[in-house]
């Protein structure tokens, strides 16, 4: 496609949209999908080829989400008819699904790529919080609003003992605040 | 930690933080060997890397960080997500730039003109993968006689929004003829098409002036110097880059040496070695200096401080140059211990002295602006504007 810029690497596809000014970057079961739309494969023989590439176990489930994700992203030239049978497929359950047979890295994955900043990297520590118990302070790097430590989860202390720091969700990010 | 404070309306700096040369060093730590197909692993803790995650980011070497850290614990973490993020994007923005030099290289050859593309893309090939390598622009170099018609090319339809700096011979090799280079180019294939670029030599001689131009304040200038020595062809011609470097000769060994000092660069079969190894003591720190302030982005021209003159000192403090651009800029020598301020002063005289040859082409087409802005303000645009009947 001449609107789009497209860089395959070794597990995922990075697509530059130049009409619509986006990068995206399809994983790998989003990428096999997209490369065979082609208007010539059918539907049956993209579901066999994700089966037997990534041994997935269910390919008609994972085909349906990943062509939504590619029309939801203006990476298909035609419309698509989803039957049915296939609208109630969502990503969440598909995703519970291949957790518990330990293949989550296979659900079909379409993820915009933002430029990251220095200043939002500034804020983005991977310290454990210092909180009061080390002086007055509310976390990581002796400022509020650092990022909590991995593992932390929402609503639960994020550091030490002598933290009384406290894992706040804010957006996509999870804050260490006082 | 440091911030971004707003200084004044127009311009970002970098806040002073104690811990900064720790950061800078963190920061080569990262980078060293990071332009090798198989880096050596990294040992560095999640804090750590967290500290050096912006500077990553703000030199140009998010792509580099995360090519050191894949498929380790520190890719999974936060910070590593974002220098991912950082290397998709470069990857991405790498393959529009090879459309554009194509497009940009044919754009001129089809007015008679034969470019030189220099850094960005001729540097990026160097390293494993293209997105490693991040570059704004195309830097092009063509013959002062074929100067205007070259632009007159890159102005036309086919040539717009191409973001090319042509460069009118090499000045940043002090050569206003551009025979000397011409005669040792080579052609490399791009998409089938060739284009002409620098010998290694010759290429190798522009980075490390480029490097000191800006006074060493993109780490991924000095990772580009590692690369092309660990990268250089058989037969490489030390004497004649020894020879070529003339008055910049002691400069340029300053730099090789702080690429293998600072980044563990291998210099391979170079028969200088003990010219690397001369450096003077405050480089190293200036270079800690520089990589921590890194790019002053300066928002607004020097100019309109004329209507502002209670901006001009924030202006000339945000332009002052470090120690490195400042010896560089003035001239002097490297390898003494002197004191710099005398040299970071005549840089800036220097950078002076140029702004006002320029000044009254500068000083006309700011009252062309000013003008321009005070005509659309009386007489606005058809459609805007209360309506008849108001």
């Known amino acids: 496609m001449d609107r789009m810029v497209i ?32 208007g010539r494969t059918s539907f049956e023989q993209v579901e066999s080829v994700l089966e037997r590439e990534l041994e997935l176990p269910d390919g008609e489930e994972a085909v349906w989400i990943a062509l939504r994700q590619l029309q939801r992203n203006h990476l298909l030239r035609d419309g698509l008819n989803v039957p049915e049978t296939a609208k109630h497929y969502t990503r969440r359950v598909f995703l519970t699904k291949m957790a518990r047979v330990g293949a989550a890295v296979m659900v079909p994955m379409i993820i915009s790529i933002v430029a990251p900043t220095a200043a939002h990297a500034a804020t983005c520590i991977n310290v454990p919080c210092r909180g009061k118990g080390q002086g007055g302070r509310g976390s990581g790097d002796g400022r509020n609003g650092g990022f909590c430590p991995e593992g932390s989860v929402p609503g639960q202390a994020c550091g030490p003992p002598d933290c009384t720091c406290v894992c706040k969700k804010a957006g996509a990010i999870l804050r260490c605040t006082p | 930690m440091h911030a971004l404070k707003r200084e004044g309306r127009d311009t970002l700096i970098p806040a002073k933080d104690p811990g900064g040369e720790e950061r800078s060093r ?37 792509g580099l960080g995360w090519w050191r850290i894949r498929g380790s614990d520190l890719g999974d973490s936060e910070s590593g997500k974002l220098l991912q993020q950082a290397y998709r994007l470069h ?87 551009l025979e000397p280079l011409l005669i040792r180019s080579q052609l490399v294939d791009l998409q089938g098409i060739a284009i002409r670029v620098l010998a290694p030599e010759d290429q190798l001689r522009l980075l490390c002036r480029h490097l000191l131009k800006h006074g060493a304040r993109r780490a991924l200038l000095l990772c580009d110097i590692a690369a092309t020595l660990e990268c250089q062809p058989e037969g490489f011609d030390w004497e004649y880059f020894d020879y070529a470097s003339k008055r910049n000769r002691d400069r340029v060994w300053c730099v090789l040496g702080l690429a293998h000092q600072i980044l563990e660069a ?31 982005r300066v928002k607004g021209r020097i100019i309109d401080y004329l209507w502002r003159p209670w901006g001009l000192p924030e202006a000339i403090r945000s332009r002052w140059p470090n120690p490195i651009e400042g010896t560089y800029r003035s001239g002097g020598q490297f390898l003494n211990e002197l004191p710099r301020f005398p040299f970071q002063l005549g840089g800036f005289l220097y950078r002076f002295m140029m702004f006002t040859s320029f000044f009254p082409s500068l000083m006309l087409r700011a009252v062309q602006s000013a003008f321009q802005n005070q005509r659309s303000n009386i007489n606005p645009a058809p459609g805007i504007g209360p309506p008849a009947d108001a």
């Open chain 2, 266 to 296: 291998r210099l391979g079969d170079c028969p200088f070695l003990a010219k690397c190894e001369k450096r003077p003591r405050w480089l190293i720190p200036a270079v800690w200096s520089a990589w921590e302030a890194g790019i002053l």
């Open chain 1, 7 to 38: 860089q395959e690497l070794s597990d995922e596809t990075l697509v530059y949209d130049l009409e619509r000014n986006r990068a995206l970057c399809l994983n790998r079961t989003s990428a096999l999908v997209w490369r065979y739309c082609d």
């Open chain 2, 91 to 177: 990857t991405l923005v790498a393959a529009m730039r090879e459309q554009q030099i194509v497009k940009a290289v044919t754009q001129i050859r089809a007015a008679g003109v034969e470019p030189i593309l220099a850094k960005g893309w001729t540097v990026g090939r160097l390293y494993p993968e293209r997105g490693l390598r991040p570059y704004g622009d195309i830097d092009l170099y063509v013959s002062p006689n074929d100067f205007g018609t070259a632009m007159a090319a890159l102005k036309a339809p086919e040539g717009k929004a191409l973001p090319v700096d042509l460069h009118r011979g090499c000045p940043d090799l002090g050569l206003r003829s």
């Open chain 2, 26 to 62: 963190l920061l080569a730590v990262v980078l060293a060997g990071a332009w090798r197909t198989s880096p050596p692993p990294l040992t560095m803790s999640l804090a750590e890397l967290g500290q050096v995650t912006p500077l990553l980011l703000s030199n140009g070497t998010g």
